[in-house]
């Protein structure tokens, strides 16, 4: 039984890993995972299970990217650097929308929003967006195209699309913070760089209030539930390696719509799946 679990968390870490990072909803993917594959564990240690194993997918980005975050160095450099520093001061602001209004709404997104229609409708929209924006952005020149060019008040609109997907699933975090980049004149891979810096603090808070709420709640956690939720971090840190690496070369020579018309694909086929559900179950008569 606890290998047939760890198989199951193998292939969730592998989704989390792929979708993390991709413009296309991890949540939504697992949400629509979890109706097909069930792990057999306490609703709360799956309602953890499902953010806590992005913590596989930020080591990975921390991995590859540590000379761009470490903001320290030795003392004949000056002890710090500073355009790091600034860096992370941007960040820190892009996530302040999420701190102040997406954490106190976490219950209430959790009880209302996460549900296979709420995901379809955010899959779709975001999918539109994509399409529209880089139509509108075809053959102009980008404005921002590197980190330092970002000013503060491009990280806070950034983050407030971060708050997006803070509340609604499948809307995609990553989706949602390029989306915002696009639109105000960031370039593809500046765009890719500074969501995937920015999900470092996002994704590690929002991994440990879970952890907390877990803890807090007193339910007990079984061997079986550790092992699984070990192995999801492990699988997702390998495959999400793999998935920044194809991505950062694929928007290098291609725009993102082809992540736009997946969205809307999958968006129509989630919604009538779970029509289709709510019609077996009979909750529509």
Known sequence: ?????ILKSILFGIIEGITEWLPISSTGHLILLNDFVKLNCSDEFLEMFNVVIQLGAIMAVVLM???????????EEGYYKRTT??????????CIPTIVIGLPLDNISQKYFYNGL??????????VAFIIIENRNKGKEPKIKSINQISFLDALIIGCFQLI??????TSRSGATIVGSLLIGVSRPTAAQFTFFLAVPAMAGASLLKIAKFVISGVSITGTEIAVLFFGCIVSFVV???AIKYFLKYIRRHDFKIFGYYRIILGAIVFLYFIVKLISTGSIH
Not at 85 to 94: Q, Y
Not at 118 to 127: P, R
């Open 1 to 5: 039984m606890a290998l047939i679990e």
């Open 65 to 75: 990217f540590w000379n761009k975050l470490w903001p320290f160095t030795s003392k």
């Open 85 to 94: 520093v600034v860096m992370w001061m941007k960040i820190i602001v892009a």
């Open 118 to 127: 709420s995901v379809a409708i955010m899959l779709v929209l975001f999918g």
């Open 165 to 170: 997907a803070a509340i609604f699933p499948g």
């Open 240 to 242: 999400s390696v793999i």
